[in-house]
């Protein structure tokens, strides 16, 4: 491998933002991109300061809900680091969405309330995190409102993920009283002004703690030996820094800030770039492992997304590149697919803006267009040397749904439109044996997918239909392929479907309907969903 595609990959930071909704992880991902330069100025999602929306929300209902409800992928370059940033849903209904886009970062930052701490999305999405064993920032955000108190936030964290923490800088006061923090490492404080409500960058007044004459001017004298008890007793008793710990995801390195207001986020990148690591490495179904910096490009599809830009109208799959380095025009290899593949029109994200690229390097996100013919979890790789990565675990729909189209002559409109969203993996899409495409079985893990579903089918097929809820709960594969499911021995309450590989499912309302098909159908094999 040549000299310049090592540095390349090893200047390269690759992360995704977790948290629970509200938390502030979309703002703090605008403020980030502020720092880098790759926006100008910093728009309030809410709406309430600036009449911008969030640049990670490109799809339209995001923007008139002030919700993020799919992964958004931008880059962007800060002091000589080229950082790939993977913003994520925080609403539990998405967090299939969610899990996948985390199989492709290296590190993960988790945005946590100061007032609410850890919430129920927080601690399902650290599971996951953990259960990669990659490194997990902390930024304890809106430190500029009432909180609670910073040591019952870590004690929560320590005792809720079993992981230590290192706080990096240490809060004074909350609220309308919060006056900054004091960096640990740097042992100085740093004062907190609000007067620009986070429009531009804070400038703030360093002074070291021992220095109580400035430092009681600037924060009073009760605040000031506040911090003194608090700092001495973190520095006596909380867990010592450990760079192995960290990246083993071991022990959470902590920050307090205000994303809105820009305080704590540039002090915070900086920290954190210094901390992460450069791409890692990655393991394959036969339990080799590929580092970046082998040779030969190799990358796998986590996400693919129909028509993030109206004037194209197209699909685009997203690749985690995994080693070496991508060049355009050259011929890969499609491991599922079994054939020579270009990747046409390759090109890097800031949301739904897109950059053709030339080249790409090991740790870059890159979109390329799909005809329909990649799925999540495919592998891409040069043609002389074959890898085929650890396929992405999906998750079983918890909700299902007749979906019944309304206009006969929209019948081709429909049908696209319910074969891209579904093969996009948000939603699952089912037929009744023997029926045609106007009525579809619809699976979701969260109602609000159905709400997505049907503003996407409006708005960018035309398509307008008629749902009506289902009551199943469970639903099993079967795993035989000689059995003629036109003469098993059901329920009444059981249904029979079938997906757009031919594989036949049974939908079930409760465990007792499972066990009356299992023993009344001698050799039936059903499986789990997520055993696909």
């Not at 040397?385 to 929209?410: L, N």
């Not at 093969?423 to 159905?450: D, H, N």
Request: with cysteine; aromatic share 10%.
């Amino acid at each position: 491998m040549d000299e310049r595609t090592i540095k390349e990959i090893e200047r390269r930071r690759t992360f995704a933002i977790i948290s629970h909704p509200d938390a502030g992880k979309t703002t703090l991902t605008e403020k980030l991109l502020l720092y880098g330069g790759a926006i100008q100025s910093a728009g309030s999602v809410k709406g309430k300061q600036s009449d911008k929306h969030a640049v990670s929300d490109w799809m339209e209902l995001e923007k008139q809900r002030g919700i993020s409800v799919t992964s958004s992928v931008m880059q962007f370059r800060y002091n000589g680091y080229c950082i790939n940033i993977l913003d994520t849903p925080g609403h539990q209904d998405f967090s299939e969405d969610t899990y996948r886009t985390l199989m492709a970062a290296d590190s993960a930052v988790m945005v946590i309330d100061a007032a609410k701490g850890i919430e129920p999305q927080t601690r399902k999405l650290f599971h996951v995190c953990a259960k990669r064993g990659i490194p997990i920032f902390t930024f304890i955000n809106k430190m500029d409102r009432e909180a609670r108190d910073p040591f019952d936030l870590l004690d929560e964290l320590e005792r809720e993920f079993g992981i230590g923490t290192y706080p990096m800088n240490w809060p004074i006061s909350c609220g309308v009283t919060f006056k900054g923090v004091f960096d640990r490492r740097a042992r100085c404080i740093h004062t907190f002004d609000n007067f620009h409500g986070g429009r531009g960058k804070l400038n703030t007044i360093a002074c070291d703690i021992t220095e109580t004459e400035k430092l009681d001017a600037l924060i009073g004298e009760n605040l000031r030996e506040e911090l003194c008890e608090q700092v001495e007793l973190l520095d006596g008793a909380s867990f010592d820094f450990d760079e192995e710990k960290i990246a083993k995801g071991k022990l959470s390195p902590v920050f307090f800030g205000s994303a809105l207001n820009n305080f704590g986020v540039e002090d915070f990148l900086a920290a954190f770039l210094e901390m992460t690591s450069s791409p890692l490495s990655r393991k394959t179904i036969d339990d080799t492992e590929v580092t970046p910096f082998d040779e030969g490009f190799s990358a796998f599809v986590f996400k693919i997304q129909a028509n993030m830009n109206k004037a194209h109208r197209d699909r685009i799959a997203f690749l985690r590149i995994c080693s070496g380095k991508f060049e355009r025009g050259e011929e890969y290899f499609h491991i599922q697919g079994k054939r020579p593949i270009k990747l046409s029109q390759p090109q890097q994200m800031m949301a739904q803006e897109r950059e053709g690229v030339e080249e790409a390097f090991a740790g870059d996100i890159i979109g390329v267009f799909d005809p329909g013919i990649f799925s999540i979890g495919d592998t891409v790789c040069a043609k002389n040397r074959k890898v085929t990565y650890s396929g992405i675990p999906t998750f079983a729909p918890e909700h299902f749904a007749m979906v019944e189209q309304i206009d006969s002559m929209k019948r081709k409109q429909f049908a696209k439109g319910m074969d891209q969203i579904a093969k996009e993996g948000a939603i699952r899409m089912f037929f009744e044996p023997g029926a045609g495409m106007e009525r579809v079985v619809v699976g979701v893990i969260g109602m609000l997918q159905y709400d997505v579903l049907k503003f996407r089918m409006e708005s960018e097929y035309g398509v307008k239909y008629i749902q009506r809820e289902l009551p199943f709960q469970y639903i099993q594969r079967i795993d035989n392929e000689d059995v003629d499911v036109a003469k098993l021995n059901l329920t009444s309450d059981t249904r029979v479907v079938v997906d757009v590989q031919g594989k036949y499912y049974l939908l079930f309302t409760g465990q007792w309907s499972i066990k009356w098909a299992t023993d009344n159908n001698p050799g039936l094999v059903l499986v789990d969903f997520d055993h696909m």
